[in-house]
């Protein structure tokens, strides 16, 4: 992977394009005296907390030395999760923690604690207000064993965090040891030289939830005089709660001393259409000098465990790429595409280091297939896709955005069900169990990365932008389920610096990944948008009839026939509708529909597949995609009532009548397109009328 020059490396920060040059200690002193609890200093030490962690983080250059693999028990590796309950304490004083040093004792001496649970989100566990709606920083701290043996066999220890939002610092037994900006990206650092073995010992993370404009998403805040003092008040304009706290699992781990530190995947099919190309690429980490010679065994396994190819590879003779033939390989297909969607082999690399015995194994599932793309069309093994799906979040009750393997079991239930085979990780990247589903069985994801809204262009948040782009191709790469990249969702793509700001994105994502097309999700008027230009595939959002035309259901055919037909004119690209629905209350039944009820969301569906059924016959149309698959919260708001009402199912998962519908027509397609007979629950039993059908016709 090529790797970007950056400038603003380490040491520079930018801030109201003013570029300031300090490290965390000289940053600090500078901004300690402004403790005072007035007005503008309480929003300039949250602040304070985001700035520091820019520059003491990972910087967008450091973030991506070495992979980040998922961490998977092997002969050779050991995995614990940290996941439970960890002790919990908001920081009404933005720095107080840091000022008292919170990370050099246990959280509970430091004041009073409240158990959290992680993975999850920490603002709907209590009863409290203030823990729901806080702005800034808080404190979770938790201890571990150690195993003494892993010190005996000479591990390196690792700790890996899957997803912190937004901004997190970690500290180890009281060191900082690793910092992250972007929630929803792991992070992961070895933690080796840190912890005691055969002892307890100590995480503690302190997570900052600031969004400002040079952060993704981007947030503003405010202040709100109350009596006589001032709360700071965070606003957004993205449409789904911003769910803060540590929202993924927490790994232990161990590697070797010299380890598989990455695998880069391609794959391809011949023009036979049945021999399958898998191109491999290891990293090695750890030390060990470039003239030792390490021996590399690859082997291919299938679905039950057979080998099918075994490659060795010497280090030094060789390198460490390499590419597999797999002939009659199974393909890994879309679900409905295919009696068997998604099939997975398993790519086993083993190293072995003679002089020091040193051996390391890991397993990474592959799935062979290609993609391809031009004005029209995108195939995928040589066959067109069109896309039956959904916008997603991460959300449901309680937890909020945290990882629960329940719901994402039955979430990928319901996709199936309804006969989709994809959806777009609005707006920011899931997990990486969700993925791992994908994978599995054969759902397209259209992979977003946090760049939500995006106003007010400028280097810092574009830097940042392409951080979250390399971190998030960096941990799925490896994906089959992933057919696309998103490098935003309505952005005000009409501003003269939208150009040059998505030229570069796009350029700069395609110097890590050409093989998947990038498409990000427009809203403006295709006549003002100057995104578009740069990107492989249209995607685009419209609520006519709901935000426009409210009421009026006969409008929608025309209108989103005729966009679809102006962003394909415009740019000569494949087009997608990504986003249209309507909000509405389960159980709320008005006949003639009307807005809010479950009659008018199932007629406003209706009449938008009419538009989609006369697009696809133009050729250039490849997929339609509903806002949302399941109700999901948001800022409180006057237009909202408990959250974004626009799901086909609740919630908590049940069924709107829409759901019912839109399964009929993601079935039909199915049934159309790819051949597959319909469930047997398709149609209820209604009544047996073929004796009396064939009186009347005789
Ligand atoms: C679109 C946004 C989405 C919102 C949706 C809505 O992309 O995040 O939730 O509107 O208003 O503009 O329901």
Redesign the pocket.
Known sequence: MSKRNYASKCSFIFLDNKTLMCSIPVLSSLLWPMMSPNKNSRIALVMTFLWMNTIASDTPAGNLQGGILYPRESESREVKLLDGIWNFRLSLDPLMGFKEKWFTKDLSKTGSVIPMPVPSSYNDITMERKIRDHVGIVWYDKTFFVPDSWRQFGYHVWMRFSSVHYAAQVWINGHLAMSHEIGHLPFHREITSFVQFGKQNRVTVAVDNTLLQTTLPQGLLQDLPVEDTVETIQTYT???FNYAGIHRSVHLYTTPTIYIDDVKILTDVKTDGTTGLIHYNITIGGSFSKEESVMCFVDLLDQDGNFIVRKNRNSTLDGLSGTIEVPNAKLWWPYLMHPIPGYMYMLQLQLSQKDSGINDVYRQPVGIRNLKWNATTLTINGKPIYLRGF?RHEDSDIRGKGLDLALITKDYNLIKWIGANAYRT??YPYAEEIMDFADQQGIMIINECPG??LVNYSIILRNKHMDSMAELIRRDKNRPSVIMWSIA??PRSQLKEAAEYFRSVVEFVKSYDETRPITA?L?RAENEDEAGQYLDIIGF?R?NS??SNTGRLEVIREKVEDEAYKWHTKYNKPVFM??Y?A?TIPGLHINPSYVWSEEYQVELLSEHFKAFDALRKKQFFIGEMI??FAD?N?AQTVTRVGG?K?GIFTRQRQPKAAAHHLRKRYWLLATELEKVPLPLDFENYEADVSENILKVEL
């Open positions: 993205f449409d789904f916008g609005s707006h939500v809204d969702n309505e999700v809203n959002n609520y709901w935000y990504a986003e629905g909000d806002w949302n999901f948001t974004n626009k």
